[in-house]
């Protein structure tokens, strides 16, 4: 599985956009790349994830680009319950056979009031 | 659906007793994980297991450390005898693998402490 980058950790206005980076420029044509988070003393949960597009779901937009070497999490309007460790994993497809997940340092997000 | 259950949430023993983790994953997934939270190592896994058959135990730290999966519905992880440096956070994960992938969803985690 391909190497991520991420800074360390990121601040944001409570209200506002979280636009968390991911960089991934060894990854290869046909590994996904994952998002997870880890709030304190939980379980990391899963928010999204893709392949090529971009995608949306009820918590967040996954932006990829075109050449797929870094990508964006956004959480559209952050709250004090987003402040959490944010995952980026970049993971080969499981070819009907469960793969694990590399868990890297993430970045560490803050929501401010 | 309930999500990933563990139990105990929390485990305080002393050093050289056994401990026993639990795990029921979630309804129809045919993929069980067992990972280790430290602040010094991060989260690591340590054995997952695909339709109840262990795939990859690498990651289990010594002979200490056993893991089963009698059925679909339920996973132990043993530590005997324990030490003080098994205190760590220990995560379950279960998934429904298909041929494009599989999502993994955690549980609650089971906070050790060894004396």
């Known amino acids: 599985d391909a190497k991520t980058t991420q800074p360390t950790s990121m601040d944001c206005a409570e209200g506002r956009a979280a636009n968390l980076p991911c960089n991934h420029s060894?990854?290869?044509?046909?590994?996904?790349v994952y998002w997870y988070r880890q709030i304190h003393s939980q379980g990391p949960q899963y928010i999204i994830h893709?392949?090529?597009n971009n995608e949306t779901n009820e918590m967040a937009s996954l932006i990829i680009t075109e050449d797929r070497k870094s990508s964006t999490l956004i959480l559209p309007h952050a709250t004090l319950r987003d402040t959490a460790v944010y995952y980026c994993?970049?993971?080969?497809?499981?070819?009907?056979?469960?793969?694990?997940?590399?868990f890297g340092s993430g970045t560490q997000l803050t929501v401010l009031p | 659906d309930a999500g990933v259950i563990q139990s105990p949430r929390h485990e305080v023993t002393e050093m050289g007793q056994e401990v026993t983790l639990r795990c029921k994953p979630i309804?129809?997934?045919?993929?069980l994980f067992w990972y280790r939270q430290t602040m010094m190592r991060g989260l690591e896994l340590l054995i997952y297991?695909?339709?109840?058959?262990?795939?990859?135990d690498s990651g289990m730290p010594e002979d200490r450390f056993s893991a089963k999966m009698p059925n679909a519905s339920f996973s132990t992880l043993k530590i005997q005898p324990s030490e003080p440096r098994d205190s760590a956070v220990y995560f379950c994960?279960?998934?429904?693998?298909?041929?494009?992938?599989?999502?993994?969803?955690f549980g609650p985690g089971t906070r050790l402490l060894v004396l």
């Open positions: 297991f695909n339709n109840n058959v262990p795939i990859d």
């Open positions: 060894t990854i290869s044509g046909n590994e996904y």
């Open positions: 994960a279960s998934s429904l693998v298909t041929s494009g992938g599989g999502t993994q969803y």
């Open positions: 994993i970049v993971r080969r497809p499981s070819s009907g056979s469960a793969r694990q997940l590399t």
């Open positions: 309804s129809g997934h045919n993929s």
């Open positions: 893709g392949l090529k």
